[in-house]
């Protein structure tokens, strides 16, 4: 059973760097064809990809927040970490890491965690 | 503005059969595969459909997904009113080299 779970401050200030990680169980991230995304919400609004790491490190980012992004892994701790830089209070949405196979895509998704930026 | 353009709002009556579409180009629905999401309030997205017209184990052969060219579409039949939800469609996006979404869909079940 494939189960993913956000943690990290529910509030930050403007200008802060975000810190988010993303725990998992039932896969392992050094299998091919499997990776671990970011994807948010903003309240009553749509979904926006942020970011994707692959079992063999390699990374995509959104390439509008590319410059303030940060995906990293670690297998033995089966966890990913996103980092954002410069917060704004148009980041405040509820951040999702994500499942990804190469196969079906997105499918096993995280609860989220809210995000507020705010002074 | 989303890279895919989807109807904002999207209605039908329990039984009706609806569509929502989704549009995009040639880098992203037009050379790859097409995933939709539905989001029932206060919760996750969950996978409807991969690869176009793929079901997961588990999602009603009530919903089903095809793609013509730079377009796609989500069908659901025998409309019920636990299909009142948010729909999403996704793609990957060759120049971008990034995975798009649509702007989402409001399905009002009448």
């Known amino acids: 059973q494939i189960t993913l779970k956000e943690s990290g401050p529910t509030l930050v200030k403007p200008t802060q760097t975000l810190t988010l990680t993303c725990t998992f169980s039932?896969?392992?991230?050094?299998?091919?064809?499997?990776?671990v995304g970011w994807i948010r919400q903003p309240p009553g609004k749509a979904l926006e990809w942020l970011a994707l790491?692959?079992?063999?490190?390699?990374?995509r980012y959104s390439p509008s927040l590319k410059s303030r992004l940060t995906i990293t892994k670690d297998t033995s701790k089966n966890q990913v970490v996103l980092t954002m830089t410069n917060m704004d209070p148009v980041d405040t949405a509820t951040y999702s890491c994500?499942?990804?196979?190469?196969?079906?895509?997105?499918?096993?998704w995280g609860q989220g965690t809210l995000v507020t930026v705010s002074s | 503005q989303s890279v895919l353009t989807q109807p904002p709002s999207a209605s039908g009556t329990p039984g009706q059969r609806v569509t929502i579409s989704c549009s995009g180009s040639s880098s992203n629905i037009g050379s790859n595969y097409v995933y939709w999401y539905q989001q029932l309030p206060g919760t996750a997205p969950k996978l409807l459909i991969y690869r176009n017209n793929q079901r997961p184990s588990g999602v009603p052969d009530r919903f089903s997904g095809s793609k013509s060219g730079t377009s796609a579409s989500l069908a659901i039949s025998g409309l019920r009113s636990e299909d009142e939800a948010d729909y999403y469609c996704a793609s990957w996006d060759d120049s971008l080299s990034a995975w798009v979404f649509g702007g989402g869909t409001k399905l009002t079940v009448l």
């Open positions: 994500v499942h990804w196979a190469n196969t079906y895509g997105y499918y096993y």
């Open positions: 039932g896969f392992s991230l050094s299998t091919s064809g499997v990776g």
């Open positions: 790491i692959y079992w063999d490190d390699d990374k």
